[in-house]
């Protein structure tokens, strides 16, 4: 048994809640790739009869103002809430993997100047500059997804040039430039992969933040459009109810984001442990 | 007073230093606002069947017809001298429509951090000074917790609890009861203006209606706070000088509060900085779950209108309030270390 298994076991044991995030995520994972199974109902069928009933045995979790079935609809939305969250959170991490990796392998202007976008950028309240850039660039999806992805790379470039920083004048990267390599291939061959493990923690942390985020700007009307399932406007359209008493409408998306960010922010601290232990609080 | 001239030397030195910070965050909401889909003139055009001559005199009415760059150094001029455009929707002038919405939504925002950090220092303390105990492990899955849950989903359930299950809470709906008399403008924080005016019913009133709001976005911002607390205080216990304290047998609870606490509060107080901005974006979501008539409000209004200016003006005020905030808790650090300033 290798030395990290060993390590990983070690941790796992004395820390079961990592194991149980490890496999709440797997879960929902599975849950929104298996959601057009798994949905006992159409997710954009409506059926007035059947409106606003609380959760029964036939509709688990109730349904909304259209009679549509809750569950359903959460299910077909972890679908989307996801591939948001996973391809902003991609997006900033290679974009600001790259970009970092250079500022802190190669510093002078261009490190500074890129110091200075990202200065501004973290000027501004991330979720407002969010905001801001949805409604710039057009209230659709794909939008979402570079404003998300845009308030998380100052984040992504910071953590990568530190990280760089640090290598650059170690021994192997002298050895490999001592070697004829050039400095593209030094930065994105050897010491890319060589701060891999610490950006995945950083992104298993950030995965949380980021569904939190695009959940909340379809929540205040921006990006996701009516009939869609989607976490954010579920509970945007059940907020209209919830002082009537109907708090399943609030509840059941609201619990779905809840425990997907949960999930995510434990697998990162786990994660975080078993690749630095020092890092530990 | 040398101390007072090294933090008013730092102050000075920060100032100086946000001003190409801020004149970025001008440049990118311009440019985003420009690029922004839709034409204007069209939109409030009296209908839509306008005519081209109409709307081309909107559109030279505001400025619309001159190349971007040129529309760039105007607006900066107009940012200067304080002008910040009329908002379309409103017909007022962007300026006074912010100064009347902006202490509602101050109120809101500090009497949360004010809530937060009553409750997360308190919990830190308590978390670090028996490390592994029942009451650490409670801290830490609290703190857990309430990063997950976002403030729109906290502040519904909140409400459904407290004014649909309990009927504590009044109807959330505005800053205070549309049946009661909202104070005479002084402030125009409605906690201060009433106890001005001894008004201690209405006061009650305006508590009762922002006790809720304040509260959802306490809950948000509590672990941060309680968990660098945590960390920072069990790092000065463990220091020499604690022990020097502990071993000369000095009262405990002075240890704690004046020795242990005092040194520990420097990383909080950076936290609170990153906290704030946290709370300002969280602003927007609060303010819409509670129809709180804000700045965040307003400005998502007008977003959803495709009115440039109010939004603009919103997300530059933003950027400013965190600059000032970051300024402030630079003076806070001075007076909380005296050796910060020295440097």
Redo the contacts between chains.
């Keep these: 048994m290798s030395a990290t298994t060993r390590h990983t076991m070690f941790v796992l044991r004395g820390n079961p809640v990592t194991a149980i995030a490890a496999a709440g995520v797997t879960l929902i994972i599975l849950a929104a790739l298996l959601a057009p199974w798994l949905a006992p109902f159409d997710p954009i069928a409506s059926d007035v009869s059947h409106a606003l009933l609380p959760p029964n045995a036939e509709h688990w979790a109730g349904t909304d103002q259209l009679g549509r079935d809750i569950l359903s609809r959460i299910l077909i939305a972890a679908r989307l809430d996801l591939s948001i969250a996973v391809s902003a959170v991609g997006l900033s991490f290679i974009v600001g993997a790259v970009v970092g990796g250079f500022c802190g392998y190669r510093g002078g202007r261009l490190d500074r100047w890129v110091g200075r976008v990202v200065d501004v950028l973290m000027a501004f309240p991330l979720f407002v500059l969010a905001m801001a850039l949805v409604a710039a660039l057009g209230n659709r999806v794909e939008n979402i997804v570079i404003a998300t992805a845009i308030i998380n790379l100052p984040f992504y470039t910071r953590f990568a040039r530190a990280e760089v920083n640090v290598r650059r004048n170690s021994g192997w990267v002298e050895a490999a430039r001592a070697c004829g390599e050039g400095h593209l291939t030094v930065v994105l061959r050897f010491l890319l992969p060589n701060i891999l493990p610490a950006m995945a923690v950083q992104i298993s942390l950030n995965l949380g933040w980021a569904i939190l985020n695009a959940a909340g700007l379809s929540f205040i009307g921006l990006g996701v459009t009516a009939p869609t399932p989607e976490w954010g406007i579920m509970v945007a359209e059940g907020a209209r109810f919830i002082t009537t008493g109907k708090w399943w409408l609030v509840g059941f998306p609201g619990l779905a984001l809840m425990l997907t960010v949960l999930f995510f922010n434990l697998l990162g601290d786990g994660l975080r442990d078993i690749l630095d232990p020092r890092m530990r609080t | 007073m040398t101390v007072l001239l090294g933090i008013a030397r730092r102050v000075g030195e920060r100032l100086l230093s946000?001003i190409?910070?801020?004149l970025?965050?001008v440049i990118?909401?311009f440019v985003?606002?420009r690029?922004?889909?839709g034409d204007p003139a069209v939109f409030f055009a009296s209908g839509p069947s306008a005519g081209k001559a109409e709307i081309e005199e909107l559109r030279h009415k505001m400025g619309l017809d001159q190349p971007v760059p040129v529309q760039l150094i105007r607006y900066l001029g107009d940012v200067a001298t304080g002008n910040l455009g009329r908002s379309l929707t409103t017909g007022q002038p962007v300026a006074a429509d912010i100064r009347q919405r902006l202490p509602a939504s101050l109120e809101l925002t500090f009497t949360a951090l004010f809530i937060a950090l009553l409750l997360s220092v308190p919990l830190g303390v308590t978390a670090a000074l028996r490390p592994g105990s029942l009451i650490d492990h409670a801290v830490r899955m609290l703190c857990?917790?309430g990063?997950?849950?976002?403030?729109?989903?906290s502040g519904?359930?909140l409400?459904?609890v407290f004014?649909?299950?309990l009927g504590w809470a009044p109807?959330?709906t505005a800053r205070i009861d549309i049946f009661a008399s909202s104070p005479p403008e002084i402030t125009g924080f409605y906690l201060v203006d009433f106890a001005l005016t001894g008004d201690w019913d209405g006061w009650w009133a305006a508590l009762s209606q922002l006790l809720l709001p304040a509260v959802t976005m306490a809950l948000f911002v509590l672990a941060p706070l309680a968990?660098m607390t945590r960390?920072s205080m069990l790092a000065v216990l463990g220091s020499d000088f604690i022990r020097t304290a502990n071993a000369m047998g000095l009262n405990r609870l002075r240890i704690v509060v004046a020795y242990a606490l005092r040194n520990a509060l420097l990383p909080v107080l950076t936290i609170t900085g990153i906290v704030f901005?946290?709370m300002?974006?969280?602003n927007?979501?609060v303010e819409?779950?509670f129809s709180w008539p804000g700045v965040a409000s307003y400005a998502?209004d007008a977003?959803?209108a495709a009115d440039y200016a109010p939004?603009q003006a919103?997300?530059l005020l933003?950027?400013t309030i965190?600059?000032c905030v970051n300024v402030l808790i630079d003076i806070l650090y001075g007076i909380a270390d005296p050796r910060v300033s020295v440097e």
């Excluded at chain 2, 990063?147 to 989903?153: A, G, N």
Aim: aromatic share 12%; glycine share 4%; with cysteine.
């Design positions: 946000s190409p910070a801020l970025g965050v990118i909401t985003l606002m690029v922004m889909p857990t917790l990063v997950c849950v976002p403030t729109f989903v519904l359930l409400i459904y004014y649909y299950l109807d959330p968990r960390a901005s946290t300002l974006g969280a927007v979501l819409k779950v998502l977003l959803l939004v919103f997300v933003m950027a965190f600059v």
